[in-house]
């Protein structure tokens, strides 16, 4: 079945660097990705929507400079915190949409997530 | 405003037990609804999608229910195991055209043995 990957599971960083994660779709091609960020015992807040070849659309309150993402391909979109700091720190997930299935079940096409990347920034 | 409500917040049940979870939304304009299980640490799975004109649906020993008209929606687990412990999500995307996703707060299950 269709896989996201997203890599890394898990980073810790020291305040002021960057980190990069990766989202991957593995066996379909995604020309948008989502991004979230989930904090304990709550659900998913919508980060952003990475689009192939464009630029991201960002929800109200996130910041674009501080968290980059860019779409290169059909199957990879990449999110960077920069100059990261300890309110950063949480679980970043990504999701994707399969293109072939979009077309045949327009609309209800699965949305399938990574495994997540727990972020902690000292 | 575009919102969807899960309860109960939280549910504890004892293994082999049935069990529902409920899913309310305020949101317009429908274009399906869907329930994703969330294992902790783990990215969400999907259990189901339904559309408008879908009243049940099944995926194992999940069963979920769509009610369009009073905008509600059920998940109902049968015989529930020690691995059905975990958060599930109710989410509504909004049109058939844009990329709108509306994520309920979850449902925390806890299946002790």
């Known amino acids: 079945g269709a896989v996201v990957s997203q890599h890394p599971s898990w980073v810790i960083c020291k305040s002021g660097t960057s980190v990069k994660i990766e989202c991957r779709s593995l066996?379909?091609?995604?020309?948008?990705m989502f991004w979230y960020r989930q904090f304990p015992k709550q659900s998913l807040m919508l980060m952003a929507t990475?689009?192939?070849?464009?630029?991201?659309?960002?929800e109200q309150g996130v910041e674009k400079d501080k968290f980059l993402i860019n779409h290169a391909s059909l199957t990879l979109s990449t999110l960077t915190v920069t100059s990261a700091h300890p309110e950063d720190s949480s679980f970043y997930i990504c999701?994707?949409?399969?293109?072939?299935?979009?077309?045949?079940?327009?609309?209800?096409?699965?949305?399938?997530f990574g495994n997540g990347t727990r972020l902690t920034v000292t | 405003k575009n919102q969807v409500e899960q309860s109960p917040q939280s549910l504890i049940i004892l293994e082999g037990k049935n069990c529902t979870l409920q899913?309310?939304?305020?949101?317009?304009?429908?274009?399906?609804l869907r329930w994703y299980k969330q294992d902790t640490g783990r990215g969400p799975v999907s259990l189901t999608i339904?559309?408008?004109?879908?009243n049940t649906k099944s995926n194992g020993r999940y069963t979920a229910t769509l009610d369009a008209d009073t905008k509600q929606s059920s998940l109902h687990i049968t015989a529930s195991q020690l691995s059905d412990s975990a958060s599930y999500i109710c989410v509504v995307r909004l049109d058939n055209y844009g990329q709108n996703f509306v994520f309920g707060p979850g449902t925390r299950l806890s299946v002790l043995p």
């Open positions: 990475s689009n192939e070849g464009s630029k991201a659309t960002y």
């Open positions: 339904m559309t408008f004109s879908e």
């Open positions: 066996d379909f091609q995604a020309t948008t």
């Open positions: 899913c309310n939304y305020t949101v317009s304009p429908f274009s399906n």
């Open positions: 999701s994707a949409r399969d293109l072939k299935r979009y077309r045949v079940g327009f609309g209800s096409s699965p949305l399938h």
